[in-house]
């Protein structure tokens, strides 16, 4: 199975920086069709977890423009231009091209 | 509306088996891949199954792979996931998510729980 490594599993930000969590992938996510099929999910307290980022970089709709990911077939990032106090959760990146499909650990942001 | 509600979670002992429903509404169901994802308590999110809009693929976990089956009924909405030989380790919130193309879930239901203890 695809292995999905997260770092830092714990981020604190003082609300208005920017910050960033990293993923990577034991195997290639790059598909033959020039999709990187990488995902980044947040889950907020108390909540069900939701989809920010598909396809390594696309916006998923309704998601704030200061969120943003990146990166190549097996290295990842999710970035944040601005940290908000609404953007606490854990963050997940998932794999979606080899089955079983697998997740990172999480990373856990907070506010300072 | 698009909505997913989960079913069917209690407490089961070890070995027991249970049958957990999501009633999916607010878009053509029969249209899309459907999942079950699940998060164990103190845990990470872990993706446990999948069906292909048709009924006609299914993929699992190794975890669960030979002792859960999801199945669908695009006529009643309704994506299924049956568990057999539960184990303690399958102690979770399970969430039924509506699937896009690959890995892309976007629309997620409540959770329902699921306690496998003697």
């Known amino acids: 199975d695809v292995v999905m490594t997260q770092t830092p599993l714990s981020l604190s930000v003082t609300p208005g920086q920017p910050a960033s969590i990293s993923c990577k992938s034991s195997?290639?996510?790059?598909?033959?069709?020039?999709?990187?099929?990488l995902y980044w999910y947040l889950q907020k307290p108390g909540q069900s977890p939701q989809l920010l980022i598909y396809e390594l970089s696309s916006r998923f709709s309704g998601v704030p423009d200061r969120f943003s990911g990146s990166g190549s077939a097996t290295d990842f990032t999710l970035k944040f231009s601005r940290v908000e106090a609404e953007d606490v959760g854990v963050y997940y990146c998932?794999?979606?091209?080899?089955?079983?499909?697998?997740f990172g650990q999480g990373t856990n942001l907070e506010i300072k | 509306e698009v909505q997913l509600v989960e079913s069917g979670g209690v407490v089961v002992q070890p070995g027991g088996s249970l049958r957990l429903s999501c009633a999916a509404s607010g878009f053509t169901f029969g249209d899309y891949s459907m999942h079950w994802v699940r998060h164990a308590p103190g845990k990470g999110l872990e993706w446990v199954s999948l069906?292909?809009?048709?009924?006609?693929?299914?993929y699992y976990a190794d975890s669960v792979k030979g002792r859960f089956n999801i199945s669908r009924d695009n006529s009643k909405n309704s994506l299924y996931l049956e568990m057999k030989s539960l184990r303690i380790e399958d102690t979770a919130l399970y969430y039924c998510?509506?699937?896009?193309?690959?890995?892309?879930?976007?629309?997620w239901g409540q959770g329902t729980t699921v306690t496998v203890s003697s």
């Open positions: 195997q290639s996510l790059l598909h033959s069709d020039g999709k990187t099929y």
């Open positions: 998932m794999q979606g091209i080899h089955l079983p499909y697998t």
């Open positions: 998510v509506k699937g896009d193309r690959a890995g892309l879930m976007d629309v």
């Open positions: 069906i292909s809009w048709d009924d006609k693929s299914a």
